[in-house]
């Protein structure tokens, strides 16, 4: 059984602090949990994130957050999925759980007539090349937490003042920009169900 979590739109911080003490408290019994989740307006470094990939952030707050990967930019209109699971219970390897979430954007996306493709050099989830989803986990005690993003109706500009996760020439694009009209709220039942399936087999 896993706890589904509907959080709304919430600070970064307060949320990673949450998913930090939730995963140093659990123990073998407590079940695992999704949250979904919409931030304000941040830059997250993660723990392998390089300060020069951060160009201009103006008045958008940068966080050093301990999650894989590099920078990227969270804001409203963009869905946010925490995977706070214990992996060793599920038996799954953290590859494994990377497919998993990015399987659960590209079927979701699919049934919006979006084809996406997830790529073996660099995790997430792109459209024609551009990212469209983005992975970030840390593992702890067995146990896994941050997840995943993907973006639906946003302000994408805020991309434009970072290398998003540590490229250059890597652009991105939304649900929005592709033709696709969906709330927040639909995207996420759909990844949901999708990463609860893949889990239960």
């Not at 409203?76 to 799954?92: E, H």
């Not at 997830?118 to 970030?136: E, F, L, M, T």
């Not at 592709?178 to 399936?197: C, D, H, K, P, R």
Request: proline share 2%; with cysteine; glycine share 8%.
């Amino acid at each position: 059984m896993v706890v589904i979590r509907d959080l709304g739109l919430q600070d970064y911080e307060t949320v990673w602090r949450d998913m930090q003490r939730f995963t140093e408290k659990r123990n073998a019994d407590t079940l695992d949990e999704l949250w979904i989740v919409e931030h304000f307006a941040v830059y997250t470094l993660g723990l392998n994130g390089k300060r020069e990939h951060v160009l201009n952030t103006g008045n958008i707050p940068v966080i050093n957050s301990d999650r894989g990967g590099q920078v990227t930019y969270h804001g409203p209109g963009q869905l946010v999925i925490y995977t706070l699971l214990d992996i060793k219970r599920l038996n799954l390897g953290v590859r494994q759980l990377v497919t998993i979430l990015e399987q659960a954007m590209i079927s979701t996306l699919a049934g919006h007539g979006v084809i996406a493709v997830s790529r073996a050099d660099a995790p997430g989830v792109y459209v024609n090349d551009k990212k469209i989803g983005s992975i970030g986990l840390r593992i702890k005690k067995n146990c896994s937490y941050h997840g995943l993003s993907l973006n639906n109706d946003m302000d994408l500009r805020p991309f434009d003042n970072i290398n998003t996760c540590g490229y250059s020439d890597l652009k991105v694009t939304q649900l929005s920009g592709l033709g696709v009209t969906v709330s927040t709220n639909q995207l996420a039942s759909s990844v949901i169900q999708a990463i609860a399936t893949a889990l239960q087999t």
